[in-house]
């Protein structure tokens, strides 16, 4: 049977937001008072009375003032927290939360509904989700690349200003035009579409290939990446694997997605006219490489994937002839000594070989002009005004948004992902302290130290030797967190790693050529240094809103960026809200290692099965219960139910996480000799229910009907209202801390467990 939920997308209406808690600012004064008022539990009158008095506007709604407050009967016995730091959680919560539903009812709608209601999703979105609201606020890596340069800093931050600079200045942009771009498509890199005497005699495949991936950082027809030795785990060694198509071709091809195809073709054709290509002649190569490109996606659809294989170039060369693979890496790559006995990691030898043969029945017109359209897909957006524009309406085409992100957002972001090091040393030395870092580290090993405790208790389905190894690969999981030291706190390794790098503020387009030819390089240049010379495999960007888990490394990064409120809070603020928060996140990564992915590998990264058949089966059955379950659901926006199999490893992370940070709230409030945390004055919430509001505070989030669609198209991750409710009608620990009966929309009956 379908479970359909009701459709709540559009949240509250205007009446219910009038009537919801305001913003509570509260001054000093009134803090001060207000703490004095609470500590007589007689004076609640008075209490109110003078708040009243001192201007604390607080709109009652149907609850009225002792709700408003959370000071309840059944609360009085509780101490009552009354720091600024407690006042301006409650008033974060309160202000997202819909009071009208109850918990046991929608608890998305409860938690969410009012954020819902009041948030407008930017034109150039198809959805806004707090993570997007953390992720916007990479913006004060802006405000230090809009500062002086300093030599403090180092030359690293200052090239980093230097390129900014060079990206903001529009007029000379605007001035240069096309020519930038054509420079290189006459030159090193023709391009037949828009040249009139284009000499086929002159194709050179490996000269080709070899460019896109050794300067311009593209990989193309196949991709090419540095990382360990996958059996022994000994060296790092380069890999190739099947490459990505340009766009999600697969999706597009389904015909109510046609219309992407048809934009992404014509941004092909009036680019190329836009650079001076001949009408007729465009028509005809664009079409033609809409043809190759359908083949390469056959040619991938019908290539089984393969685990693969250690080989020496010149080996390669026998296995796998057509392409001179000795000639091919010599040519690419410019900062290790390649030769015939440079070890390769091959991952699909089956697709190599029909692409070699594919490439060989082409036209080889037809060839260069896809290899080459695949740089200057994304180099057009580093011209002037006129090609901006053009993607504009692809965007506005594909996504269904009306505008581009601002130039300083575009700028700052590309150096946040390019020139990761600099910009991540400015971010660290401005906003980051290791308080933080401590805290999270503590944060973590309860989680850790909770998924333990479940295994123990409530994993009985488990065997008592894979129970052991399952224990003994999550006490084994290594935590990095905010930033690498070496490669984030050093301004002289920063220096030396650019030290190739000279950026001119009146040459943008040269800059970018320049800061892409550092990052492909500098990643080769760990070739043939053992795994132990780079022993720490946690390289993010200091700012980035993302956490990991790595299954090949067993370990858990979380940068700095992701290190913020409502996520997480310090020391001075209550645990159960960043336990609910944060800690499900760190919970969530850390079952990764469990899930359908995660377990085929053990404690050291090797993939090896370390399962007992009669664990495994019982985990396979409980997985296929989460499938269904997801599956069953049907999101009224996107028109579409769930793919319970394409998200199954999320999901299966989102309910073991909040589990485990569940229980290590617990572990942390009994270490510190605590039953309980003081309570917020103004929410009403026990501890236990702040830490189920902080946790589906994470996944608040709102989609256009585009972006739904899109959502579950494109995302392993389901949408987060359903993210929310499922995991918690699963957990009967969320029903015990709300009272919810059985058989209600938050309890129900039918429960899908596995860690």
Same mark, same amino acid.
């Given at each position: 049977m379908t479970r359909q939920y009701e459709n709540t997308e559009n949240g509250l209406d205007q009446e219910t937001a009038e009537d919801s808690a305001s913003d509570l600012k509260f001054s000093e004064e009134v803090l001060v008072n207000l703490r004095q008022l609470l500590q007589d539990q007689a004076s609640l009158n008075l209490a109110l009375g003078k708040l009243i008095y001192l201007g604390l506007t607080i709109k009652l709604g149907t609850y009225g003032c002792v709700w408003a407050l959370g000071i309840s009967v059944s609360t009085f016995n509780e101490t009552i927290c009354t720091t600024p730091e407690c006042f301006s959680t409650a008033s974060y919560y309160m202000n997202n939360m819909n009071f009208r539903v109850k918990p046991c009812d929608n608890f998305f709608e409860h938690a969410c509904g009012r954020w819902i209601h009041e948030t407008k999703i930017p034109k150039s979105k198809g959805k806004y989700l707090i993570y997007t609201v953390l992720r916007d606020r990479d913006n004060f890596v802006l405000d230090l690349l809009l500062k002086p340069i300093k030599?403090?800093?180092?030359?690293?931050? &200052?090239?980093?200003?230097?390129?900014?600079?060079?990206?903001?200045?529009?007029?000379?942009?605007?001035?240069?035009?096309?020519?930038?771009?054509?420079?290189?498509?006459?030159?090193?890199?023709?391009?037949?579409?828009?040249?009139?005497?284009?000499?086929?005699?002159?194709?050179?495949?490996?000269?080709?290939?070899?460019?896109?991936? *050794?300067?311009?950082?593209?990989?193309?027809?196949?991709?090419?990446?540095?990382?360990?030795? @996958?059996?022994?785990? &000994?060296?790092?060694?380069?890999?190739?694997? @099947?490459?990505?198509?340009?766009?999600?071709? /697969?999706?597009?091809?389904?015909?109510?997605?046609? %219309?992407?195809?048809?934009?992404?073709?014509?941004?092909?054709?009036?680019?190329?006219?836009?650079?001076?290509?001949?009408?007729?002649?465009?028509?005809?190569?664009?079409?033609?490489?809409?043809?190759?490109?359908?083949?390469?996606?056959?040619?991938?659809?019908?290539?089984? !994937?393969?685990? +693969?294989?250690?080989?020496?170039?010149? =080996?390669?060369?026998?296995?796998?002839?057509?392409?001179?693979?000795?000639?091919?890496?010599?040519?690419?790559?410019?900062?290790?000594? #390649?030769?015939?006995?440079?070890?390769?990691? #091959?991952?699909?030898?089956?697709?190599?070989?029909?692409?070699?043969?594919?490439?060989?029945?082409?036209? /080889?017109?037809?060839?260069?002009? %896809?290899?080459?359209?695949?740089?200057?897909?994304?180099?057009?957006?580093?011209?002037?005004?006129?090609?901006?524009?053009?993607?504009? =309406?692809?965007v506005r085409e594909v996504y269904h948004r009306s505008s581009l992100p601002t130039r300083k957002y575009k700028c700052s972001h590309f150096l946040m992902f390019s020139l990761k090091r600099p910009t991540g040393y400015l971010f660290i030395k401005k906003y980051f302290s290791k308080a933080k870092k401590d805290a999270a580290k503590v944060l973590f090993e309860h989680v850790k130290k909770g998924f333990v405790q479940l295994l123990n208790t409530e994993v009985n389905w488990m065997d008592n030797k894979t129970r052991e190894y399952a224990k003994k690969k999550a006490l084994a999981v290594k935590f990095h967190i905010g930033y690498n030291e070496q490669m984030y706190n050093n301004v002289t390794k920063i220096d030396a790693s650019l030290q190739e790098l000279h950026p001119k503020v009146s040459d943008y387009f040269?800059?970018?050529?320049?800061?892409?030819?550092?990052?492909?390089?500098?990643?080769?240049?760990?070739?043939? /240094?053992?795994?132990?010379?780079?022993?720490?495999?946690?390289?993010?960007?200091?700012?980035?809103?993302?956490?990991?888990?790595?299954?090949?490394?067993?370990?858990?990064?979380?940068?700095?960026?992701?290190?913020?409120?409502?996520?997480?809070?310090?020391?001075?603020?209550?645990?159960?809200? $960043?336990?609910?928060?944060?800690?499900?996140?760190?919970?969530?990564?850390?079952?990764?290692?469990?899930?359908?992915? +995660?377990?085929? %590998?053990?404690?050291?990264?090797?993939?090896?099965?370390?399962?007992?058949?009669?664990?495994? &089966?019982?985990?396979?059955?409980?997985?296929?219960?989460?499938?269904? $379950?997801?599956?069953?659901?049907?999101?009224?926006?996107?028109?579409?139910?769930?793919?319970? #199999?394409?998200?199954?490893?999320?999901?299966?992370?989102?309910?073991?996480? #909040?589990?485990?940070?569940?229980? *290590?709230?617990?572990?942390?409030? /009994?270490?510190?000799?605590?039953?309980? !945390?003081?309570?917020?004055?103004?929410?009403?919430?026990?501890?236990?229910?702040?830490?189920?509001?902080?946790?589906a505070n994470v996944r608040c989030g709102k989609f256009t009907r585009a972006g739904a669609i899109t959502q579950l198209a494109t995302d392993n991750h389901g949408p987060g209202k359903y993210r929310i409710t499922t995991a918690l009608q699963n957990f009967d620990k969320f029903s015990e801390a709300f009272s919810c009966p059985s058989g209600s929309f938050m309890n129900p009956r039918h429960k899908c467990v596995i860690w």
């Open positions: 030599p403090s800093e180092g030359t690293g931050a &200052a090239k980093a200003k230097i390129i900014y600079r060079s990206c903001m200045n529009t007029a000379l942009i605007n001035k240069l035009g096309d020519r930038p771009l054509l420079n290189l498509l006459h030159g090193e890199l023709a391009w037949p579409i828009i040249s009139s005497n284009w000499d086929e005699s002159k194709f050179e495949l490996v000269k080709t290939l070899s460019t896109l991936r *050794g300067k311009f950082h593209n990989n193309v027809l196949f991709k090419v990446k540095v990382g360990r030795e @996958t059996k022994t785990h &000994a060296l790092q060694v380069t890999h190739i694997s @099947t490459g990505k198509m340009a766009i999600p071709f /697969k999706r597009y091809t389904n015909p109510h997605l046609a %219309y992407k195809l048809d934009a992404y073709y014509k941004l092909f054709y009036e680019t190329a006219i836009n650079l001076g290509a001949d009408v007729r002649t465009a028509v005809q190569d664009v079409e033609n490489v809409r043809k190759f490109e359908l083949k390469l996606l056959n040619l991938k659809e019908h290539s089984s !994937e393969e685990y +693969g294989y250690t080989s020496t170039l010149a =080996e390669m060369n026998q296995r796998i002839p057509g392409i001179n693979w000795v000639e091919l890496f010599t040519e690419m790559i410019w900062t290790y000594p #390649v030769t015939p006995q440079t070890k390769i990691w #091959v991952y699909n030898e089956n697709y190599l070989k029909k692409l070699i043969s594919l490439i060989q029945k082409t036209d /080889k017109r037809v060839v260069q002009n %896809y290899m080459v359209w695949r740089l200057v897909k994304h180099r057009v957006r580093n011209l002037s005004n006129r090609f901006e524009n053009l993607y504009r =309406e692809y040269g800059n970018v050529i320049k800061v892409l030819t550092e990052i492909a390089q500098n990643k080769f240049k760990l070739l043939g /240094k053992p795994v132990k010379a780079n022993t720490d495999p946690f390289t993010a960007r200091p700012t980035m809103v993302n956490a990991r888990y790595d299954p090949t490394y067993n370990t858990v990064s979380l940068p700095g960026g992701e290190l913020q409120y409502p996520f997480y809070w310090g020391n001075k603020y209550l645990r159960a809200y $960043q336990y609910g928060a944060i800690g499900s996140i760190l919970g969530h990564e850390l079952t990764h290692g469990f899930d359908d992915n +995660g377990r085929m %590998y053990d404690i050291q990264g090797r993939m090896r099965n370390w399962w007992s058949p009669a664990s495994l &089966a019982e985990f396979k059955k409980r997985e296929k219960c989460m499938e269904k $379950q997801y599956s069953s659901i049907y999101w009224p926006l996107a028109g579409k139910h769930l793919d319970g #199999v394409k998200l199954l490893g999320e999901n299966i992370a989102d309910n073991g996480g #909040v589990r485990e940070a569940y229980a *290590g709230y617990q572990i942390w409030l /009994k270490d510190n000799g605590l039953k309980g !945390e003081a309570l917020e004055p103004s929410t009403g919430l026990t501890n236990n229910q702040m830490f189920f509001i902080g946790y």
